[in-house]
């Protein structure tokens, strides 16, 4: 695999600038408040904007390929340089957890890549690896300009950036009991007001899990029209994920339009071909449009050592039913 990649990027030029800043802010978990603002900043000292987790893994490595400066919060994406052919002349990591990655270090210093470590996180809600963190601005814009021979990076006051982290925890703490709340119980367990908590992060960064997770606060207290709206907003940023589409084909199905459920879920089978829990919800939606004979082709697809067998067989067993009838 190493090999692999190596010889694919050798043979490719590198796909941006000479100037790369990796971003955290349009990943949902370990985020950082004051990124989006600092994105801002590079952008405007010429630094191409990288979003990894949108992107394909060889262009991951591309983007980073013989760059003159790649900075970043520290995390995964740094650490494929070491499938560079032509690594980066220079990394300047920000600490997240206010100590040296040790595995970045080694693997700098494997490709022979000049590195300066960023401390200014002044808080962490937790000592997670997926926790947020806030960046110390003064700090962190002092230190760049030295570190990036001579950029002007001009972050917002602190009181800002203390905003957004307050915003980003109100956030992180809805999202971990929505994901273990059924959507059922979603009403039992929320106000209205909760959708304003993780609404004021919109003030200040947009990204795919905060669409999410607003689509199906909203969908369980029945604002359907803004539930559709954030299901899709979050579909669009990432294309790519599974989840988003099944969870909106849930939603259509919920409110009897089996047809647009049909069209998603088939989407996420596209992306995760074995989950009998998307499955489920084709199965459903094929026999509520009356695509009897297509259903029961469909549900031999299903893992025999599915937990899901039991419903399967009575579905079947129900179409069959039909069938005979007609």
Known sequence: FFEECCRKNFLTEA????????????????????????????????????????????????????????????????????????????????????????????INKAKGVVSQSIYAILDSSSTKSSASVKMDAKELSEKLKTFTEGSRVYLPAQEYIDREYEALISYESIRDVINKT?????????????????KNLCDFRSFSALNFYMGRLYACFEEYEKANENFRAAIVSSPRNAVYKFYYAKFCAKNSDYIS?????????????????????????????????????????FNQSSSLLSYVEKTVERIEGKLKAI
């Not at 069209?263 to 459903?284: F, G, Q």
């Open 15 to 106: 796909l941006v600038g000479n100037k790369v800043y990796i971003s955290r802010s349009q990943f949902p978990k370990g985020m950082v408040a004051g990124e989006a603002a600092l994105e801002k900043e590079l952008k405007n000292n010429g630094y191409y904007i990288v979003y990894p987790e949108k992107m394909p893994f060889y262009d991951q490595l591309k983007v980073m390929r013989g760059a003159d400066v790649v900075v970043g919060v520290s995390g995964s994406a740094l650490h494929n340089i070491i499938f560079l052919d032509e690594p980066p002349k220079k990394i300047i990591e920000i600490q997240r957890r206010g100590r040296s990655n040790g595995t970045q270090k080694i």
């Open 182 to 198: 059924p959507d059922h119980m979603v009403k039992e367990v929320f106000d209205f007001d909760d959708i304003d908590a993780i």
């Open 261 to 301: 459920a049909l069209e998603w879920v088939s989407r996420a089978l596209d992306l995760d071909a074995e989950n009998d829990n998307y499955k489920k919800i084709k199965l459903e939606c094929l026999e509520k449009i009356g695509a009897y004979r297509e259903a029961l082709d469909f549900a031999t697809s």
